[in-house]
T-cell receptor, first 111, second 114 residues
Framework: QKEVEQNSGPLSVPEGAIASLNCTYSDRGSQSFFWYRQYSGKSPELIMFIYSNGDKEDGRFTAQLNKASQYVSLLIRDSQPSDSATYLCAVRTGNNRKLIWGLGTSLAVNP | DAGITQSPRHKVTETGTPVTLRCHQTENHRYMYWYRQDPGHGLRLIHYSYGVKDTDKGEVSDGYSVSRSKTEDFLLTLESATSSQTSVYFC?????????????FGPGTRLTVL
């Protein structure tokens, strides 16, 4: 069974700090990795994707992928109260259109 | 929401009644998906479509059927709703091709089956 695991949290960080969110996956054939943000009562929205080992930066967000260790992480720099949400990790394996989703990590940024 | 609408946005129905949810996109994307999201289970794929009249089952397809007669519309039908189908339903779309192919979500439909 292919799995994607995330710590459910809540992860609490002070405003201005770096928030670090982690995701592990079981299938070594996984090729693409996605981070989504979901505010309470809203739909998931894409933050960024990554498919090569290493770091990918987009504004305050950095995704880090380590295929050997089978984990992907999301760093949020200068965290803001507006970043408080649930962060979902999703993984695509092979040529399959389907995504395997983690249950999400709840992040609270305290002013 | 990347040109995706869902209707209705909220619905309350009774056990045993048929229910149809509609997803409409203006992006001309080939792939469309129906998910349900429940506490403790996360997002689970119900059905997806890879073209007009081309659909396939996801991991929780029992009790659901879908149809896609036009590129822009993807319908999800609960033939006889049950209380276990109370959930939030999301439609998503994606273009075909590449490792960066990304799914974009509609606003969701909250369905309550009494």
């Amino acid at each position: 069974q292919k799995e994607v695991e995330q710590n459910s949290g809540p992860l609490s960080v002070p405003e201005g700090a770096i928030a670090s969110l982690n995701c592990t996956y079981s299938d070594r054939g996984s090729q693409s990795f996605f981070w989504y943000r979901q505010y309470s009562g809203k739909s998931p929205e894409l933050i960024m994707f990554i498919y090569s080992n290493g770091d990918k930066e987009d504004g305050r967000f950095t995704a880090q992928l380590n295929k050997a260790s089978q984990y992907v992480s999301l760093l949020i720099r200068d965290s803001q109260p507006s970043d408080s949400a649930t962060y979902l990790c999703a993984v695509r394996t092979g040529n399959n259109r389907k995504l395997i989703w983690g249950l999400g990590t709840s992040l609270a940024v305290n002013p | 929401d990347a040109g995706i609408t869902q209707s209705p946005r909220h619905k309350v129905t009774e056990t045993g009644t048929p229910v149809t949810l509609r997803c409409h996109q203006t992006e001309n994307h080939r792939y469309m998906y129906w998910y349900r999201q429940d506490p403790g289970h996360g997002l689970r794929l119900i059905h997806y479509s890879y073209g007009v009249k081309d659909t396939d089952k996801g991991e929780v397809s029992d009790g659901y059927s879908v149809s896609r007669s036009k590129t822009e519309d993807f319908l999800l039908t609960l033939e006889s709703a049950t209380s276990s189908q109370t959930s939030v339903y999301f439609c998503a779309i994606s273009e075909a091709g590449g490792r960066s192919d990304t799914q974009y979500f509609g606003p969701g439909t909250r369905l309550t089956v009494l």
